[in-house]
């Protein structure tokens, strides 16, 4: 019985030595990729400063504006440029093979408490002016919105949809109305842009 085990150990030793020889002999075949990350989405303004009045209904400013008083009332003067990102608030740039939306929302939105509408809307650069685009409420598809909600009573959103082979600057406007309150404290609000390759 001794003798049985030690012929089979030795046996399965040498199919396993074996083995592990047929599959030191195989060839192996390798591919290297190399991945070349594409920026569909730049950033302009990071910071800008508004004047707002008590008792302002349905005024206009802009993100970023060309510092006529009071400030924020008018857009970059134009044509924005990718060196001065004054002059503009968010550029995208796609090639034949990709689109591009950008979700719009306010990571830090107005008060409605002080604020009784902050509307946002978008235009872009048509080469002579600054122009209306639709907003939509999905990347692709759906439907168009007239404004997304920028106080703290919603969380809006709304998706610039950019096409294929194109280049373009954009600016946020927002229609606003300050009056509820007499309150003159600072009011800070931030915008938060998220570029969706399509």
């Given at each position: 019985?001794?003798?049985?085990?030690?012929?089979?150990?030795?046996?399965?030793?040498?199919?396993l030595f074996s083995l592990a020889m047929v599959v030191l002999a195989l060839?192996?075949?390798?591919?290297?990729?190399?991945?070349?990350?594409?920026?569909l989405f730049t950033v302009g303004a990071t910071t800008d400063s508004w004047?707002?009045?008590?008792?302002?209904?349905?005024?206009?400013?802009?993100?970023?504006?060309?510092?006529?008083?009071?400030?924020?009332?008018?857009?970059?003067?134009?044509?924005?440029?990718?060196?001065?990102?004054?002059?503009?608030?968010?550029?995208?740039?796609?090639?034949?093979?990709?689109?591009?939306?950008?979700?719009?929302?306010?990571?830090?939105?107005?008060?409605?408490?002080?604020?009784?509408?902050?509307?946002?809307?978008?235009?872009?650069?048509?080469?002579?002016?600054?122009?209306?685009?639709?907003?939509?409420?999905?990347?692709?598809?759906?439907?168009?919105?007239?404004?997304?909600?920028?106080?703290?009573?919603?969380?809006?959103?709304?998706?610039?949809?950019?096409?294929?082979?194109?280049?373009?600057?954009?600016?946020?406007?927002?229609?606003?109305?300050?009056?509820?309150?007499?309150?003159?404290?600072?009011?800070?609000?931030?915008?938060?842009?998220?570029?969706?390759?399509?």
């Open positions: 019985m001794r003798k049985l085990r030690a012929i089979l150990g030795v046996k399965a030793s040498l199919c060839v192996a075949y390798t591919a290297q990729v190399t991945i070349h990350p594409t920026k004047t707002v009045y008590v008792n302002d209904y349905n005024e206009t400013r802009y993100l970023p504006n060309n510092g006529t008083a009071p400030a924020g009332s008018l857009p970059p003067d134009g044509p924005p440029a990718i060196g001065d990102t004054s002059s503009y608030a968010f550029y995208v740039s796609t090639g034949a093979d990709k689109a591009c939306a950008v979700n719009i929302t306010m990571s830090t939105p107005a008060d409605n408490n002080t604020f009784s509408s902050f509307q946002i809307t978008v235009k872009n650069w048509t080469g002579l002016a600054w122009n209306d685009i639709d907003i939509y409420d999905a990347p692709t598809g759906g439907n168009i919105k007239s404004f997304i909600r920028g106080t703290n009573a919603t969380n809006d959103f709304g998706y610039v949809q950019h096409p294929v082979s194109a280049s373009t600057y954009y600016v946020i406007c927002v229609t606003y109305s300050y009056d509820l309150v007499d309150t003159t404290s600072i009011v800070t609000v931030t915008f938060q842009y998220t570029p969706l390759p399509q």
